[in-house]
C-alpha cells in the first residue's frame, strides 16, 4: 500500500505571495491533519480533516487554511507569504478505527520564503 | 507552555548497548503516546505507541514504558544499530482527537 505523498517537496516563494500544498492520504485512510516544522518551534500541530470538515485547528493564523475533497486528499494554503513561514510542513493520514489512531507521516513539503 | 518535553538535546550509544529515550509530560488528559524516528527533510516514521491503559509495549528492539503517575514515558532500543541513529520524537494527543502535541526531540547517535 503507498504511503502518505506531498506534492511538491520543494517550493521557493518570495514574501506576500501565497501557495498551495497538496496531500494524498494513505488509502482507506478519511483524517488527514497538517504539521509544520521549524528549527525554533519544532512540530506543530496545524489543523485537522475528516469527511471534509475541519474538526480541529492549531494556533496558527487565519492565512493558513486548509480544505479536504471527498477522496480525502487534503491542500493547505498559505496566504500573504512571511519569512517566518519557511519551514518543513508535514501531513499525516489515520484511519480512525478507533480513538487511538496513528498517524503516518509523508515526506514533507519544504518551503522557503525569499 | 511546552505540554511534551525531551530534555535531552542528544544522547550517544554504543552500538549493541541499550538507548533509552527520555519524555515528560504535564497534561493529564493525554492518553495516547506514540514515539516516531525522524532524519533530515524526510517526514517521521512512526516506531511504537502505548495507551494510557498499559504500562508497557513492545515491539521487537523497541520497549515504550509509561508511567502515568510521573506522566513520563521512555523508549528503549535494545540492542542499539548504526541504522538507529536519528532524532526521535516522542508525540501525546488525547483518544478522539488527531492532534499530536511534540516534544523537541532527541538526537540519537549510535557510535560503532
Known amino acids: 500500500k503507498a504511503g502518505v505523498t506531498q506534492t511538491p517537496r520543494y517550493l521557493i516563494k518570495t514574501r506576500g505571495q501565497q501557495v498551495t500544498l497538496s496531500c494524498s492520504p494513505i488509502s482507506g485512510h478519511r483524517s488527514v491533519s497538517w504539521y509544520q516544522q521549524t528549527p525554533g518551534q519544532g512540530l506543530q500541530f496545524l489543523f485537522e480533516y475528516f469527511s471534509e470538515t475541519q474538526r480541529n485547528k492549531g494556533n496558527f493564523p487565519g492565512r493558513f487554511s486548509g480544505r479536504q475533497f471527498s477522496n480525502s486528499r487534503s491542500e493547505m494554503n498559505v496566504s500573504t507569504l512571511e519569512l517566518g513561514d519557511s519551514a518543513l510542513y508535514l501531513c499525516a493520514s489515520s484511519l480512525l478505527t478507533s480513538g487511538l489512531d496513528t498517524q503516518y507521516f509523508g515526506p514533507g513539503t519544504r518551503l522557503t520564503v525569499l | 507552555d511546552q505540554q511534551v518535553k525531551q530534555n535531552s538535546p542528544s544522547l550517544s550509544v554504543q552500538e549493541g548497548r541499550i538507548s533509552i529515550l527520555n519524555c515528560d509530560y504535564t497534561n493529564s488528559m493525554f492518553d495516547y503516546f506514540l514515539w516516531y524516528k525522524k532524519y533530515p527533510a524526510e517526514g517521521p516514521t512512526f516506531l511504537i505507541s502505548?495507551?494510557?491503559?498499559?504500562d508497557k509495549n513492545e515491539d521487537g528492539r523497541f520497549t515504550v514504558f509509561l508511567n502515568k503517575s510521573a506522566k513520563h514515558l521512555s523508549l528503549h532500543i535494545v540492542p542499539s544499530q548504526p541504522g538507529d541513529s536519528a532524532v526521535y520524537f516522542c508525540?501525546?494527543?488525547?483518544?478522539?482527537?488527531?492532534?499530536?502535541?511534540f516534544g523537541q526531540g532527541t538526537r540519537l547517535t549510535i557510535n560503532p
Open positions: 502505548i495507551s494510557s491503559i498499559k
Open positions: 508525540a501525546a494527543s488525547v483518544q478522539g482527537a488527531q492532534k499530536l502535541v
